[in-house]
């Protein structure tokens, strides 16, 4: 039998509608009262350092601004809980002396690479404290974590920091109040005052003599300032991140990346390799009189201006590649590093004989060279890279030996020397007396005044070495050197003032003026 559907059937339970979890509240950064001041000291620093140091001369104020960050970012870490060994204690002297460089030189390239120096090396020390043991063998995967993780993890706390900093502080929340007040006011004020000056003419001229400056000289601020804000952020994150000891890798994360870049059979490293080498053999002895021209003087029909130029750049080129081979399969070989095979060691080690054999070859090119014609900014440049070279190749020799070897911290304290020799010595000043003294003395044919527009400020302050009588045979059929000294000292402003080879041509003018 059919039986009748009851209608009345109650209607089943509805599921409970889905509850999504409450997010967690983010907590709270506490930042330390040492902290909060640091981040607005480094903003603040940031945005004088773009004026100071890149769009004005950069000299003594820059040197007083570079103490003050690094001072900054060294107290950071002390009030972070880290202690400084005598190790720290040189390396931060290093910084410091390195800030001297604005002031001690007025060569552009040698500050920009000062610049670039005291950046890098401040951040290698503050990731150095995160994570000291045995980073420094693996200088390319540190250097690198420096640079960018240090920089880039906690940038933007320095405006928290330093917002925190106002909330702290009573007087400071009120400026702030009252700034914001101000800048609200900003377009209220000028739609009214623009009303009022359209019904007079009076009031039109009253305040056209108050906003009456020239926009042109204010306007660079507003770029500087973001791009030293952005600087500031940089600056706080290196410190504070390493106060709190994040992102810092350790040996052992360090040696499983290196690790992982050992793909190539060995097999494969060696019969790429054995080519160049009989290569450079065949060269070496095919090539023997041109390559010893630069130690017995003996070019045959080439002039000395083309035989230094042909043959050192050469050979310049060809280090820089051996570098290269070397650095390859040490690093991407499969078997290298603590079980290198003896074959490969003796690859390495012959490639960076022949190396020192070529560096050496080249160096005295350049000296046959300099003999005859001088020296310039490039000669300089080149050889001091050149030297730099040979010291490699031989820590690259002895390492094949001496694992143990930490090539990492020589690489750097050998940089660090040769880069303060460049720059302490102020090269623009020693190349012009040596050009002078040279010349004067006959050793030099002619001396070459374009020079003087090619160094900075240091070639003409070495000029005021010479009586006025040298400084007239010098200037040959130029106009005078010692006029040229007088106005170069007269056109300075007052930022290029602030260096060492302005004070030596402000105490030269005076000393001619009372003669």
């Not at 390859?328 to 020192?356: D, H, M, N, Q, W």
């Not at 046959?368 to 310039?376: A, K, V, W």
Request: a neutral charge; one cysteine or more.
């Amino acid at each position: 039998m059919n039986e009748e559907l009851n209608t009345n059937q109650p209607e089943p339970p509805k599921p409970p509608a889905y509850s999504y979890p409450a997010a967690e509240p983010k907590p709270e950064v506490v930042y330390t009262r040492t902290e909060r001041i640091c981040a607005v000291v480094l903003l603040i620093a940031g945005i004088l350092f773009v004026r100071l140091g890149m769009y004005h001369t950069a000299g003594l104020l820059t040197t007083f601004l570079s103490w003050g960050i690094t001072l900054t970012q060294i107290v950071m870490l002390k009030k972070g809980g880290h202690t400084f060994s005598v190790t720290d204690k040189i390396w931060i002297a290093v910084l410091l002396v390195f800030g001297c460089a604005y002031t001690v030189t007025s060569n552009t390239l040698l500050k920009a690479l000062s610049t670039i120096f005291l950046v890098m090396g401040g951040n290698l020390f503050c990731f150095y404290k995160t994570r000291p043991a045995g980073v420094m063998r693996f200088l390319p995967v540190s250097l690198f974590s420096a640079v960018f993780a240090l920089s880039f993890a906690h940038c933007g706390n320095a405006f928290g920091a330093a917002a925190s900093s106002v909330k702290q502080n009573g007087n400071a929340r009120r400026i702030g109040q009252i700034l914001l007040g101000l800048l609200i006011a900003v377009p209220l004020t000028l739609v009214v005052g623009c009303l009022l000056c359209s019904s007079d003419d009076h009031l039109k001229q009253i305040l056209m003599q108050f906003i009456n400056f020239d926009f042109d000289e204010f306007a660079p601020w507003v770029p500087h300032t973001i791009i030293g804000l952005i600087l500031g952020m940089l600056l706080f994150s290196v410190p504070y991140t390493a106060a709190h000891r994040e992102h810092g890798l350790n040996a052992e994360e360090c040696g499983r990346t290196v690790l992982g870049m050992r793909f190539l059979p060995n097999l494969i490293a060696y019969t790429a390799v054995t080519p160049i080498c009989l290569l450079y053999i065949l060269y070496a002895f095919s090539q023997m009189q041109y390559f010893l021209g630069g130690f017995t003087g003996e070019t045959g029909s080439m002039t000395y201006s083309e035989y230094a130029r042909r043959g050192f750049f050469e050979l310049c080129a060809v280090c820089v590649i051996n570098l290269a081979v070397i650095s390859c399969i040490g690093f991407f070989a499969r078997t290298t590093g603590r079980e290198k095979p003896l074959l490969l060691r003796l690859y390495s080690v012959f490639l960076s004989a022949c190396s020192l054999f070529l560096a050496g070859t080249a160096l005295a090119k350049m000296f046959l060279y300099i003999r005859f014609y001088g020296m310039t900014p490039l000669r300089v440049y080149t050889t001091w890279f050149m030297l730099l070279l040979v010291i490699g190749f031989m820590a690259l020799i002895v390492r094949q030996f001496r694992y143990g070897l930490n090539l990492g911290k020589i690489a750097v304290i050998a940089f660090t020397v040769m880069f303060a020799l460049l720059v302490f010595s102020r090269p623009d000043a020693w190349m012009i007396r040596w050009n002078a003294d040279h010349y004067l003395t006959g050793q030099l044919h002619e001396f070459d005044t374009e020079i003087l527009y090619e160094v900075s400020d240091d070639g003409l302050a070495a000029l005021t070495a010479y009586d006025t009588g040298e400084i007239r045979r010098l200037s040959g059929t130029e106009e005078s050197l010692d006029h040229k000294l007088y106005e170069r000292e007269k056109e300075m402003d007052f930022y290029e003032h602030t260096s060492l080879s302005a004070w030596i041509l402000m105490l030269w003018k005076q000393g001619a003026m009372r003669t």
